[in-house]
């Protein structure tokens, strides 16, 4: 299974950012797509995960901010982020395998990462 991330960049604070991560290869058994952001110094911390049924689960640190949502048919999974904030700041990951879990270490695929950067 192979994850590209895309869609980071500089936003200033209270803008809005829509992320997206293709999945390709043998995926058909793999449970979430989620994502996890890492900023300087600090771990890496769970964001939002969504099951192929559409079932979506949003961490406590962004709900209300953040969504998730995925297109089967092109394997593709969003992270929309809106009110975004200077500590919104920090590379976005996704993720997938064979678990439904919010720690990291528990995934077995992950992408290359797509930095965002949110001024204030």
């Known amino acids: 299974v192979q994850l590209q991330a895309s869609g980071g960049g500089l936003v200033q604070a209270g803008g809005s950012l829509t992320l997206s991560c293709a999945a390709s290869?043998?995926?058909?058994?793999?449970?979430?797509m989620s994502w996890f952001r890492q900023a300087p110094g600090k771990e890496r911390e769970f964001l939002a995960a969504i099951r192929r049924s559409g079932f979506k689960y949003v961490g406590d640190s962004v709900k209300g901010r953040f969504t998730i949502s995925r297109d089967n048919a092109n394997n593709t999974a969003y992270l929309h982020m809106n009110g975004l904030q200077p500590e919104d700041t920090g590379v976005y990951y996704c993720?997938?395998?064979?678990?439904?879990?919010?720690?990291?270490?528990?995934?077995?695929?992950w992408g290359q990462g797509t930095k965002v950067t949110v001024s204030s």
């Open positions: 993720a997938t395998g064979f678990v439904w879990s919010t720690q990291p270490t528990r995934y077995d695929y």
């Open positions: 290869g043998r995926t058909s058994n793999t449970i979430a």
